[in-house]
């Protein structure tokens, strides 16, 4: 009996070493994607003017304060440098609140109306890490995928001689449930835009209607990467478009991380450089 319980104790050690030894290694890992990465990650400050219009049979019932038709709107939301040149991926959605409301769906006693809301991004500045301001331009946006893509003025008198971090999203991988997964981010400037770091696993694999991972990651338009370095994708927000259509009170959405080679694939449309490279073939044929 004593011996089985020696065992048994023996056991629980090695299990409770091996789980600390990969904890250690885990975060040495971390750490190490955290100091590769996080200069690329920058805060963006974003001034848009917003026009709502309501449309469809009951619109005209719509009373909406001038205010609303028309207003300038200010956020700020975090971005991640996909090149030297100066290309942020962001999220759509943290920079512009027409992608709260537009395509919303009400009921009314007078039948549905659905809203519309046109953004036009007047002005754009990145805050790097060491609080160097670059002014830039929204350049792609894609309200279904909760996208945007920003380029940074690169020959504006405030970017001359700075050199930019960037995330290679070309050195990528696919992710399986339950892999480490690792996200940088960044605190306001309240905390002085500290650099901070998350892990966890990686909860699931959507496959359909289009590929997406569901991670845990504290903010949207932050990079995800794989214990080993890899890019997994960049973190975003996936709308309910049957609580868009059912006029829900509460804008249901998920958190989800589109895949990098997904990212690159739309990136390219503004740059050929983001395009796949083609896979390399064997020059040398066989002799017949």
């Given at each position: 009996?004593?011996?089985?319980?020696?065992a048994?104790?023996?056991t629980?050690a090695?299990?409770?070493?091996s789980a600390?030894?990969s904890?250690?290694?885990?975060?040495?890992?971390?750490?190490?994607i955290?100091a590769?990465?996080?200069?690329?990650?920058v805060?963006?400050?974003v001034?848009?003017?917003?026009e709502?219009?309501?449309?469809?049979d009951?619109a005209?019932s719509v009373r909406?304060?001038?205010s609303?038709?028309?207003k300038d709107?200010?956020m700020e939301a975090l971005?991640t440098?996909i090149n030297s040149a100066?290309t942020?991926?962001?999220?759509?959605s943290?920079?512009?609140?027409?992608?709260q409301l537009?395509?919303?769906?009400?009921?009314?006693?007078?039948?549905?109306?659905?809203?519309?809301?046109?953004?036009?991004?007047k002005?754009?500045?990145?805050?790097?890490?060491?609080g160097?301001e670059?002014p830039a331009m929204?350049?792609?946006?894609?309200a279904?995928?909760?996208?945007?893509f920003?380029?940074?003025?690169?020959?504006?008198?405030e970017a001359k001689?700075?050199?930019?971090k960037?995330?290679d999203?070309?050195?990528?991988?696919?992710?399986?449930?339950?892999?480490?997964v690792?996200?940088?981010?960044?605190?306001?400037a309240?905390?002085?835009?500290?650099?901070i770091?998350f892990?966890?696993?990686?909860?699931g694999?959507?496959?359909?209607?289009?590929?997406?991972?569901?991670a845990p990651s504290p903010s949207r338009?932050?990079?995800?990467?794989?214990s080993d370095g890899k890019?997994l994708?960049?973190?975003l927000?996936?709308k309910?478009?049957?609580?868009l259509k059912a006029g829900?009170?509460?804008m249901?959405?998920?958190?989800v991380?589109?895949?990098?080679?997904?990212?690159?694939k739309?990136?390219s449309q503004?740059n050929?450089?983001?395009?796949?490279?083609?896979a390399?073939t064997?020059?040398?044929?066989?002799v017949?």
């Open positions: 009996m004593k011996i089985q319980i020696k048994l104790l023996i629980l090695l299990t409770a070493a600390f030894a904890s250690e290694e885990m975060k040495a890992k971390a750490k190490k955290l590769d990465n996080q200069d690329a990650v805060w963006l400050s001034i848009s003017k917003q709502v219009k309501a449309e469809g009951a005209a909406m304060p001038d609303a038709n028309t709107e200010k971005g440098v100066g942020i991926v962001t999220s759509l943290s920079i512009s609140g027409a992608g537009d395509g919303r769906e009400v009921d009314t006693p007078k039948g549905k109306v659905k809203f519309r809301v046109k953004s036009e991004f002005e754009i500045k990145v805050s790097l890490a060491d160097t670059l929204m350049v792609l946006k894609d279904d995928l909760d996208l945007a920003i380029q940074v003025l690169m020959d504006s008198p001689g700075v050199n930019l960037a995330v999203l070309s050195n990528n991988a696919e992710g399986s449930v339950l892999d480490d690792i996200s940088i981010s960044r605190m306001n309240e905390l002085s835009r500290l650099p770091v892990t966890g696993e990686l909860l694999v959507v496959k359909k209607p289009r590929e997406y991972y569901l338009g932050v990079p995800v990467f794989l890019a994708g960049i973190s927000i996936l309910s478009t049957a609580a829900s009170q509460s249901q959405a998920q958190s991380i589109l895949p990098a080679k997904d990212v690159l739309i990136a503004i050929p450089v983001f395009a796949p490279t083609p390399k064997d020059e040398k044929k066989a017949e």
